[in-house]
């Protein structure tokens, strides 16, 4: 695991080429496999591997969604509000819990926030990928996560420029 914190960097750019579907099993798998609180398991997900559809949700927000466009898949990551109160802290569970199993598989990924992000002045991101894709509204969306392979190269952080400070013992 800590080869894979160390290695794991976001990447915006991917190859031209789909994931094979026997990771996608995978992925799958350790999508639903993702702790949540009180095992309420309120998240859900969509996966997107049609090109236009992530195209589509390469728009739903200004800045910071045009990767998607380039991803072999995104995973749409929701929760159903009616199930928990924790579904924003379960959904990122699960989120970086695929970006972790992704990697574990050669894949890379990027995480694109959703919730809490605005598509234009009248529309929220959520508001438009709850469009896009036919979601009810009592479901939030958190992030979709884009995945794919490698397409540009990316060193890892080194030990030395990690945040140490952040770190205290016993009292702030």
């Known amino acids: 695991m800590i080869h894979i914190l160390r290695n794991r960097r976001s990447v915006r750019v991917f190859e031209d080429r789909a994931v094979e579907d026997d990771k996608v099993e995978i992925l799958k798998e350790a999508l639903v496999r993702s702790p949540s ?3 309420i398991n309120p998240w859900e997900f969509i996966l997107v591997e ?3 559809a992530l195209q589509e949700l390469s728009r739903c927000k200004p800045h910071g969604a045009s990767f998607l466009s380039g991803a072999s898949l995104g995973v749409v990551v929701m929760g159903n509000t009616e199930k928990s109160d924790t ?4 959904c990122s569970i699960a989120a970086i819990t695929l970006q972790y199993t992704a990697e ?3 894949l890379s990924s990027c995480w694109c926030q959703v919730r809490l992000r605005s598509h234009d002045e009248n529309r929220s991101a959520e508001a438009y990928v709850r469009e896009t894709l036919g979601i009810p509204d009592n479901y939030l969306v958190e992030c979709i996560i884009g995945v794919g392979y490698r397409g540009e190269d990316k060193s890892p952080h080194s030990i030395e420029n990690l945040d140490w400070e952040k770190i205290r013992t016993s009292r702030f």
């Open 50 to 52: 049609d090109r236009q």
């Open 104 to 106: 574990s598989l050669g």
């Open 37 to 39: 609180s009180r095992s």
């Open 87 to 90: 579904c924003i802290e379960d």
